[in-house]
DNA sequence: ATGCAGAAATTGGTAGGACCATTGGACCAC
DNA sequence: GTGGTCCAATGGTCCTACCAATTTCTGCAT
């Protein structure tokens, strides 16, 4: 006997039903993000329901980050939706920032080994021509400006991640690098923060183009390393901030 | 110049400052998980605001599964809740394709094998004394019901993930879990889905409660094996099953 | 024509009131 | 006890009106 061969029954959910439609909309009109959705009043007439409910249900959107309310102006298209998404809500409640970041630096070592792995792997010839054309670009910016850019550093990352043909990577591994800048705001007091990732950069594409596994998962714990490293710098230099 | 020193101002926040205020009220009457909160109408009575305001501060915390509203009955408090709280909402795109299955899996892969080795480095001797419990009852059911039982095993892997000292990865593979299970139903035709898992369990905790981190990490590396192995039978199963 | 200030329309945000649907307890008949 | 009915409390929905921010239009001065 399963107790699930009895789910509860749902007699009303409107706003499901409004979010539901809201999808089939954007499917039809192929509104891409960015994009502008219909007024609230005019869903409220032509769903048939209060505006109300049309509110309830963009709020849960706006909720998870889905559309951009903006007074005055409209309701807009943030990210691409689909009838089979998956919302999950991360909450990350950790005593300090440091502890927060190092939670997402865990996470990003498992993945992005992984990721790395895979991408040697699976990675075509234009796939690795594409991954040394980020990774020229990011160590352009590197000379340039003497120091690890955001930027550049992070579509190399991605285009691992794309690479490695599975969609979640990035997904989730752009979830931590969002929670990990919004900890960030204030670098610890390290200036040269992620200075010594770069030559591992270069280590993770040679092992990519040479279709070695293993050699990429190592290197890319190694950069995930020194990034802790990094951190565990900062965060010393927070507490004994005297004893330079 | 930092371009955050100005942050832009709020002339109105209404519902944001309803949340404010509620983390505080739950801090103040030391609400628990569970518990009830005010009346809508109360609350929206208490801080000079509309039934509606409250409302849409409400449903944003439902979003967040920070809360759960039940009519007829109210809103009771779903999870702790504390003023340094990060929330994140994850929206992972899945298919119900054979792929789809295979990718969350390559997820769980990497991060099942480091949470296990987390949890060997961090485990204390009352956590190994849970996980032990979590092990006997999921032995318990395979033995009584003759085959993997879902939801004792969750419970066991779940203690590994809490155990690990890092909230993210009980939720990410929670993530996980949920995108494999949703297209679940029959497990393909595989009637002893999960079976070859079985012996891993222990394994898995006796690295744990070693101290050894790299034995957990390849035990679990074998126990997602075995399951990718079942998903490609069941696969096979299906296109071919007149070959038999 | 051009440019710009101010009016007007549009749109999301808030307010307040009313009613419906569900829940859970009180109460009662059997 | 069991089952049923009633009733108050509570979230869900609807309606209308107005506020606040934004965009668009208008019309005057140049």
Redesign the interface.
């Known amino acids: 006997m399963d107790q699930n061969s009895l789910p509860p029954i749902q007699t009303t959910a409107r706003d499901d039903a409004v979010l539901k439609a809201l999808v089939g909309f954007v499917r039809a009109e192929a509104l891409q993000p960015g994009d502008r959705l219909p007024t609230e009043r005019i869903l409220a007439e032509r769903l048939k329901v209060s505006r109300?409910t049309v509110?309830?249900a963009l709020?849960?959107w706006?909720?998870?980050?889905?559309v951009e309310r903006r007074q005055g102006s409209g309701t807009y298209l943030k990210?691409?939706v689909?009838p089979?998404?998956?919302?999950?809500?991360?909450?990350?409640?950790?005593g300090n920032d440091f502890t927060?970041l190092m939670?997402?630096l865990?996470?990003r070592?498992?993945?992005e080994?992984?990721a790395a792995a895979?991408c040697a792997e699976r990675a075509s010839p234009a796939d690795i021509a594409e991954i040394m054309r980020k990774l020229d670009i990011m160590e352009q910016a590197f000379r340039t400006r003497d120091g690890m850019s955001s930027e550049e550093d992070w579509e190399f990352h991605q285009a691992i991640y794309r690479v490695s043909g599975?969609?979640?990577?990035e997904?989730?591994i752009a979830?931590?690098h969002?929670?990990f800048h919004?900890?960030w705001?204030h670098p610890l007091g390290v200036r040269d923060f992620g200075h010594a990732s770069f030559p591992y950069h270069r280590a993770i594409y040679e092992c990519i183009a040479a279709r070695d596994p293993q050699g990429a998962r190592a290197e890319a714990l190694k950069l995930i390393a020194t990034v802790e490293d990094d951190l565990k710098r900062g965060a010393a230099k927070l507490k004994l901030p005297s004893q330079t």
Chains 1, 2 share one sequence.
């Open positions: 109300n509110r309830e709020t849960r706006e909720g998870l980050g889905l990210a691409a689909s089979d998404m998956l919302h999950m809500p991360l909450t990350l409640a950790g927060s939670h997402t865990e996470i070592r498992a993945l080994a992984e895979l599975n969609p979640l990577f997904q989730i979830a931590m969002e929670l919004r900890f705001e």
